[in-house]
């Protein structure tokens, strides 16, 4: 880790000394809310690294650890009532335990967010533009009509209509498809080096989905930024991402590149999601695979795998081990990827039981 | 069903179940003040006409704002229509007085999307499920107990849980609940308007499951309303879609997906992600709809979709088209021609290699090297 900056620094984080580093280390990190009813394990142990022009896909079920270990990234969790382990790094600069002015120069400018929801993301007080400007001038010691150019030129680069008499609207004035254009261009008016979109499209329709996933690739490939799309959708993974990680139960499951995760997936709980969603060409008469049960409870999770009472292969594994030991994110010998599974040879079960049955 | 599937509309011999004909709901937008005059109309739904047969399922698709849940509010009459006709085993609902219409609420059940906003929360699972069986009185009281349980058993919850409150169980659980709801009358159609969207990929699989297994036991009809084209083509053997108020395109699901001919399902078509491509390492060629869905308080003359259609002209804007049977479907639409957007076939071709189009292209690296390279080793552990 290159710490050579000091607090002081006005601008932004410059790319760290060491170049090789990707521009987000996330390294064992936990998560962990103190509750009247216990302690929830949030996140548990999960590191992962953007560089710079990558997407990182991270998918998994709701209550499964992926929005709540992309807001530790901004530094979004009260120090009050969570409990942060472990390291991030965005460029270089390490994250937890930094001063809430450090975080203030990081959230927007080095890493930006959208959010799943544009309508209560935005305020309904404040016409779009201000909320724009308000972002461009906490970074920028620029007068309001400069700042205010800026706005309506981010809002004709995300591809809003009139961008110079909509920058005055308010946002219930905009369409859902709008709001979440105007929201991408709040959150790159800074032109931030990792911009994390926390199911940026699960509330639209699919022909606008379509239209903000071709947004944000190309806006991508414009600023060379690194991108985590937190999505349930697999079908949206499959369209952004260079690589994929799985979460189960606030850890990382499976990690690998797209193509590894969606035609060799090595893991019961990959299959099970696999298994889950229909196709659009795919056999009708073949039904739904749905993994039974239900997500762990993250207050007391199992004992042993967190996926054991959902997974109809734990008799594969000698020794009940499934229901005892936490297996690490290991490759095994004869694996393309990491997995965190017990199955040592999940090739030859994907092969043989499971691949027929589900695709 | 496969020898029927050619011919959906209104052609199998058998009398529908519902029969829809030129259904209009219109909403009056009020100006604002104390006398409220009526300054405009939300053209919700603007003459739509559908059957539904006993025992299958009708699936509606379509962008947000296009109508499809008001058709499904109208049909259980929540709404009542502005005109049209719709006609339940040959009984006429539209002009129903409420008092009329109560015989055919057991028949007609809806589910809502919500699992979270559609259950009371002060009531236990148990007064939730036997209440539409104590207002039809349909279950002598002392019996009640058993129904519920009966019913909590059929959608696969613990029939211990019915003096649970909605709170103490999940969202996939709850769409469950609401589910035995719906089917505590045995009704013969079931208006499902968007039962799955609200739910984790894991636990939609388990709800459509579920459906399917109720509609092969129990016989009974669906209409389908979801935005996700997949899960509707998986329930649903004919499907509509639906653009501002009308149906722009009505046929089997084979016609639909694999030969659409109006320009919107084509478009509706190539932006639905699909992992299938994705994992060959390429994308299908996406038709780009510019804009946004006009508004139904002022929708565009002649044809609705033309202000975003690319092959719109003259005669869009001056003529409406009329919903006409090209190919075996019915569509709307002056220039209608088939366009194939979605390839055939299964992840399992693709997993397996057969067919793949970008082999040792540029675009298939990682993956497929992998792929090799996993096999190749599982041949000489076979070895």
Known sequence: ?359 | MSAQTSTPIGESGQTPLLEVNDLVKHFPVKSSGVIRRTIGQVQAVDGVSFNIYKGRSLGLVGESGCGKTSVGRVITRLYDPTSGSMKFEGNELATLSSKEMLPYRREIQLIFQDPYSSLNPRHTVGSIISTPMQVHKTVPRDKMVARVQELLEVVGLNPEHYNRYPSEFSGGQRQRIGIARSLALNPKLIVADEPVSALDVSIQAQVVNLLQDLQKEFNIAFLFIAHDLAIVRHFCPEIAVMYLGKIVEIGDRDQIYLTPHHPYTQALLSAAPDVKQAAIGGRRERIRLEGDVPSPINPPSGCRFRTRCWKAQDICAAEEPPLLEVGGRQVACHFAEPLQVIVPGSMADVVSGNGLPGDGGPGDVAGNGAAAEAASRRGSTAL
Not at chain 1, 67 to 73: D, E, K, L, N
Not at chain 1, 129 to 142: F, P
Not at chain 1, 158 to 177: A, C, K, L
Request: aromatic share 6%.
């Open chain 1, 1 to 359: 880790m290159t710490e050579t900056l000091s607090d002081t620094r006005p601008e932004r984080v410059p790319l760290p000394a060491d170049s090789s580093e990707p521009f987000l280390v996330v390294e064992n990190l936990t998560v962990q809310f103190p509750t009247y009813d216990g302690l929830v394990q949030a996140v548990s142990d999960l590191s992962y690294t953007v560089k710079l022009g990558e997407t990182l896909g991270i998918v998994g079920e709701s209550g499964s650890g992926k929005s709540v270990s992309s807001m530790a990234v901004l530094g979004l969790h009260d120090v009050k009532r969570s409990r942060l382990t472990g390291s991030i790094r965005v460029g270089g600069k390490e994250i937890i335990g930094a001063s809430n002015s450090t975080m203030k120069r990081v959230r927007g400018n080095d890493v930006a967010m959208i959010f799943q929801d544009p309508l209560t993301a935005l305020h309904p007080f404040y016409t779009v533009g201000a909320q724009i400007i308000e972002a461009y001038r906490l970074h920028n010691n620029v007068s309001k009509s400069i700042a205010k150019r800026r706005a309506v030129e981010m809002l004709e680069r995300v591809g809003i209509p009139q961008p110079d008499r909509r920058v005055n609207e308010y946002p219930h004035q905009f369409s859902g498809g709008m709001r979440q254009r105007a929201m991408i261009a709040m959150s790159l008016v800074n032109d931030p080096k990792l911009l994390i979109a926390d199911e940026p499209t699960t509330a639209l329709d699919v022909t606008v989905q379509a239209q903000i996933l071709d947004l944000i690739q190309d806006l991508q490939r414009e600023f060379g930024s690194a991108v985590i799309m937190i999505t349930h959708d697999l079908g949206v993974i499959a369209e952004i991402s260079d690589e994929v990680l799985v979460m189960y139960a606030g850890r990382c499951v499976e990690k690998g590149t797209t193509k590894q995760i969606l035609t060799w997936p090595e893991m019961p709980y990959t299959w099970g999601l696999l298994g889950s969603i229909a196709d659009v060409a795919s056999d009708v008469s073949k039904p739904l695979i749905p993994i039974p049960g239900t997500p762990p409870s993250l207050l007391n999770p199992p004992d042993g795998c967190p996926f054991n009472p959902r997974c109809p292969h734990t008799d594969k594994v000698e020794g009940r081990r499934c229901f005892t030991e936490l297996p690490e994110l290991v490759q095994f010998p004869r694996q393309t990827h990491p997995t965190r599974c017990h199955i040592k040879d999940p090739d030859l079960i994907w092969e043989t039981e499971v691949k027929e049955e589900i695709m």
